[in-house]
């Protein structure tokens, strides 16, 4: 792959987060629905130290809280394909370190370096 083209996908996922985060709130959790009778009640879950904890929701704030709601899952999708955009290129730096200092699984001379064990082996 091509670093601009990698940077520009970056840049371009950076750039959906900070139009998110400046047009819209976000609201983390999950809008449950229940049905008593002929009603349908809204909660709010999420948690919070390993505990769950529920806000109720007025069947008139329905539409908002899921619209926060679906915010919240669309900026978490886009820091993960952030951190794959940055996993990528730390591969490839990686990969790139590598190749400097002899390649993947180049020995090192004798008496330079290795482990104790393998020291030891050639001592004696």
């Known amino acids: ?3 601009k083209t990698d940077l520009a ?18 609201l983390a959790g999950t809008l449950n ?8 009640r809204f909660t709010l879950t999420d948690k919070e130290g ?3 904890r529920c806000l109720y929701v007025p069947v008139s704030m329905e539409a908002e ?5 679906g915010n919240w899952r669309e900026l978490r999708g ?8 940055s996993r990528k290129e ?4 990686i990969a790139g370190a590598r190749a400097g200092r002899g390649g993947r699984g180049a020995a090192p001379a004798a008496g330079q370096g290795g482990t104790r064990r393998a ?3 050639r001592k004696g």
């Open 119 to 121: 020291a030891s082996r």
């Open 78 to 85: 886009l820091l993960l394909e952030m951190s794959e955009w």
């Open 65 to 69: 809280v899921r619209r926060l709601v």
């Open 50 to 52: 390993g505990k769950t």
């Open 9 to 26: 996908g970056y840049k371009a996922t950076v750039s959906r987060v900070r139009t998110l985060l400046l047009r819209e709130r976000v």
């Open 90 to 93: 730390l591969k490839e730096r």
């Open 1 to 3: 792959m091509n670093k």
């Open 33 to 40: 629905t229940q049905t008593v009778g002929n009603a349908k």
